[in-house]
């Protein structure tokens, strides 16, 4: 076990050093969520809670709700939910993404976030270790992560996920029939090379045209580990913004 700190040290993250540990992605994910005071956000599959905890932190008297399937994982969140004083707004579930979200019996929330996944097909990836296996595939498939985020929110709520930039035609097409307003943010490893992750943000039941923002650049090729820009996001100095 290790305790790490996230957003300059503004949160302690207590996970597994075999386990999936949460990193970057949870980092922009949590930097992806805007929702303003009194609102409801879930997160689908929140793990040890890197990103509820940090979006927790961003967004002062909104209240966030985690789902995570692996008890081990649910059970470290909660502890870590009381390491960083956020028992009042910050609240985990155990329960399973693919059995839908009326499986919760929980009201509908402003706002979901995810971080689905990346693979779903078994002969695709050797997971780097048992324990990260059902952080790294989705036995249901993309369409269960969306399915039930889709659920999750109400009318004119919003979802934001991250996930690989190969599969954005996939998560536009599963998302369309009921939202729309999409927002697509590329994240670029550097300015010269492809985007390898994308973080979109749909409105359910919005009728927006799709729009393509600028791209986050992670890295300066001539130079420091994140580019300004970056470090700032991850030192909790700012957002990513929509």
């Known amino acids: 076990m290790t305790e790490d700190r996230v957003l300059n040290g503004r949160i302690r993250l207590r996970q597994t050093v075999g386990g999936y540990r949460a990193g970057l992605d949870a980092a922009l994910l949590a930097a992806a969520c805007d929702s303003g005071p009194g609102e409801r956000v879930i997160e689908a599959g929140c793990g040890v809670g890197g990103a509820l905890l940090a979006a927790a932190a ?20 909660r502890e870590n939910v009381a390491l960083n004083a956020l028992s ?7 329960g ?3 059995a839908g979200f009326r499986a919760l019996d929980l009201p509908v929330f402003d706002a ?4 689905p996944p990346f693979f779903d097909d078994p002969g695709a990836l050797r997971a780097p270790a048992a324990a990260k296996t059902g952080a790294w595939m989705a036995d249901g498939g993309l ?5 039930f985020l889709l659920k999750a929110v109400r009318e004119g ?4 996920m991250i996930h690989r930039a190969d ?6 097409a599963l998302l369309a029939p009921k939202a729309g307003s999409f927002k697509i943010r590329p994240i670029q490893p550097f300015a010269d090379a492809p985007a390898k992750r994308v973080i979109v943000r749909a409105i ?5 045209p799709l729009a393509l923002l600028p791209a986050l650049v992670l890295h300066d090729r001539d130079g420091g580990q994140h580019s300004a820009t970056a470090e700032a996001i991850l030192r909790g100095e700012a957002g990513l913004g929509w």
């Open 143 to 147: 369409a269960a992560w969306t399915g």
């Open 96 to 98: 399973d993404i693919e």
């Open 157 to 160: 709520g919003s979802i934001t």
């Open 58 to 77: 961003r967004c002062p008297g909104t209240r966030f709700h985690g789902v995570e399937r692996d008890p081990e994982a649910a059970a470290l969140a």
């Open 112 to 115: 979901a976030i995810s971080n």
């Open 204 to 208: 359910k039941t919005g009728k927006a």
């Open 167 to 172: 599969r954005l035609a996939d998560i536009l």
């Open 88 to 94: 009042d707004r910050v609240e985990i579930t155990t």
